[in-house]
C-alpha cells in the first residue's frame, strides 16, 4: 500500500501562488505515474497535472501555463506550483499516484489514480 499525504493548501488573493507538497510513504517503489486532482463539491474531478511513467508531462488546458508539477523521487515528494491563480481554481487538491506505465496525457483524460491523499484545500478569493 501506498500513503499520500498533501500539505500547502490555504487561502489566497487572485494572483496569488501557492505551493503544494505531498509526500509518499509505504510501497513507494511501485509508484511510476503521479499527479494532482481537484474537485469541487457537485463537479466531475479534474486532473490539473501528471506525471506519466515514461517521465513525460501533461496538464489540463486550465491550468497550463500558470502551474507546474515536479517530483523528487529522492525525498518521495510531490509538488504542485501554482501561480497567477483565480477564484476558478478554488477546489480540493488531492495528491494521486499509481502503478499504470502509462503517459501523462492518459492520467490527464481518465483521472485513473490508484492511491489518493486526503486532500487539501486551496480557496482563491477576487
Same mark, same amino acid.
Given at each position: 500500500q501506498v500513503q499520500l499525504v498533501e500539505s500547502g493548501g490555504g487561502s489566497v488573493q487572485t494572483g496569488g501562488s501557492l505551493r503544494l507538497s505531498c509526500?509518499? $510513504?509505504?510501497?513507494?517503489?511501485?509508484?511510476? $505515474?503521479?499527479?494532482?486532482?481537484?474537485?469541487?463539491?457537485?463537479?466531475?474531478?479534474?486532473?490539473?497535472?501528471?506525471?506519466? $511513467?515514461?517521465?513525460?508531462?501533461?496538464?489540463?488546458? $486550465?491550468?497550463?501555463?500558470?502551474?507546474?508539477?515536479?517530483?523528487?523521487k529522492v525525498k518521495n515528494t510531490l509538488y504542485l506550483e501554482m501561480n497567477d491563480l483565480k477564484p476558478e481554481d478554488t477546489a480540493m487538491y488531492y495528491c494521486a499516484a499509481a502503478r499504470s506505465?502509462?503517459?501523462?496525457?492518459?492520467?490527464?483524460?481518465?483521472?485513473?489514480?490508484?492511491y489518493w491523499g486526503q486532500g487539501t484545500q486551496v480557496t482563491v478569493s477576487s
Open positions: 509526500v509518499a $510513504s509505504g510501497a513507494t517503489d511501485s509508484i511510476v $505515474s503521479v499527479g494532482w486532482v481537484r474537485q469541487v463539491p457537485g463537479k466531475e474531478r479534474e486532473a490539473v497535472a501528471a506525471i506519466g $511513467s515514461d517521465g513525460s508531462i501533461n496538464y489540463a488546458d $486550465s491550468v497550463r501555463g500558470r502551474f507546474a508539477i515536479s517530483r523528487d506505465h502509462l503517459k501523462a496525457l492518459y492520467y490527464i483524460r481518465s483521472v485513473n489514480f490508484e
